[in-house]
């Protein structure tokens, strides 16, 4: 999927009037549907790399990439897109870190994104918010501190609100958010293949998002991990999507422009 600021006549943006902000949100900004990249099950490498042209595609196209998923490891192949485009912060709300080097010969699934993504040079750092589940082994928790993780917890994150979501994300960096659709409580958030209890309700997560939104420049978003097999009645699907409505009207209010490439 991909979105514009530049009003394009093809496509309506008459926005929608959010009777809890008592305000129009997305006025006058365009949305595309790009299309799904086509995935081989067997075959990572050139998954990962058809991942990174269609995010290039749409950079190229001075649009904002709106990545939904689906497995997380996407996030490192949408990040490799930004090569070019100076240093990026990576906003990551999830209830793990991710962070596992290898298990079991696997370097690119979903527990070892944030772990590939810490490799990338141009990304200056990771912030984690939501943390809070149970880890069985040291190595991936200490290579996190020792890269200098900024982690807020779930529990940390209630109590401190919006503000201490703002607090771990640098002042107007660019800034690449991931939002793992498990950082919610499982029962807000249940279709997902490993969801906690003990997790963030649907406003806590839309706040916080927001506060990151107004600290920092979002040049691109992925929702992952939403798994419509293992869903009741739509919950997940529909609190992803407006969870998305949501973050991108943060985003859209910043209204700066993207960075081109160098
Ligand atoms: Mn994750």
Same mark, same amino acid.
């Given at each position: 999927m991909w979105w514009s600021y530049r009003s394009r006549d093809d496509v309506a943006a008459g926005g929608w009037y959010d009777?809890?902000?008592?305000r129009w949100i997305l006025r006058g900004v365009t949305m595309a549907d790009w299309g799904?990249?086509?995935?081989?099950?067997?075959?990572?490498?050139?998954?990962?790399?058809?991942?990174?042209? +269609? *995010?290039?595609?749409?950079?190229?196209d001075?649009s904002l990439?709106v990545?939904? $998923? $689906?497995? @997380?490891?996407?996030?490192?192949?949408?990040?490799? +897109?930004?090569?070019? /485009?100076?240093? !990026? @912060?990576?906003?990551?709300?999830? %209830?793990?870190?991710?962070?596992?080097?290898? /298990?079991?010969? #696997?370097?690119?699934?979903?527990?070892?994104?944030?772990?590939?993504?810490?490799?990338?040079?141009?990304?200056?750092?990771?912030?984690?918010?939501?943390?809070?589940?149970?880890?069985?082994?040291?190595?991936?928790?200490?290579?996190?501190?020792?890269?200098?993780?900024?982690?807020?917890?779930? #529990?940390?994150?209630?109590?401190?609100?919006?503000?201490? +979501?703002?607090?771990?994300?640098?002042?107007?960096?660019?800034?690449?958010?991931?939002?793992?659709?498990? !950082?919610?409580?499982? *029962?807000?958030?249940?279709?997902? $293949? #490993?969801?906690?209890?003990?997790?963030? #309700?649907?406003?806590?997560? /839309?706040?916080?998002?927001?506060?990151?939104?107004? /600290?920092?420049?979002?040049?691109?978003?992925?929702?992952?991990?939403?798994?419509?097999?293992?869903?009741?009645?739509?919950? %997940?699907?529909?609190?992803?999507a407006r969870?998305l409505l949501?973050?991108l009207a943060?985003i859209a209010?910043?209204?700066?422009?993207?960075?081109?490439?160098?």
């Amino acid at each position: 999927m991909w979105w514009s600021y530049r009003s394009r006549d093809d496509v309506a943006a008459g926005g929608w009037y959010d009777l809890d902000l008592r305000r129009w949100i997305l006025r006058g900004v365009t949305m595309a549907d790009w299309g799904d990249v086509e995935i081989a099950p067997a075959e990572i490498p050139g998954n990962l790399d058809r991942i990174t042209a +269609a *995010a290039a595609e749409i950079l190229a196209d001075g649009s904002l990439p709106v990545v939904v $998923g $689906g497995d @997380h490891a996407i996030t490192f192949p949408v990040l490799r +897109a930004f090569a070019d /485009r100076g240093p !990026v @912060h990576v906003v990551q709300l999830d %209830t793990h870190q991710d962070f596992v080097d290898e /298990r079991q010969g #696997t370097r690119f699934g979903h527990g070892n994104v944030m772990r590939r993504v810490s490799e990338l040079p141009f990304v200056a750092g990771i912030s984690q918010l939501g943390l809070r589940a149970l880890q069985k082994y040291a190595e991936p928790l200490e290579a996190a501190a020792a890269y200098g993780v900024r982690a807020v917890s779930a #529990t940390e994150l209630r109590r401190g609100g919006p503000d201490a +979501a703002a607090a771990v994300v640098p002042p107007g960096a660019a800034c690449y958010l991931s939002i793992d659709i498990d !950082v919610l409580d499982i *029962a807000t958030a249940p279709g997902t $293949g #490993t969801p906690e209890p003990g997790g963030l #309700t649907y406003a806590e997560l /839309r706040d916080a998002v927001r506060a990151i939104a107004s /600290r920092c420049r979002v040049i691109g978003l992925d929702l992952v991990e939403v798994s419509p097999p293992y869903d009741w009645a739509e919950v %997940t699907s529909r609190t992803a999507a407006r969870l998305l409505l949501s973050a991108l009207a943060a985003i859209a209010e910043r209204r700066e422009p993207f960075p081109s490439a160098s």
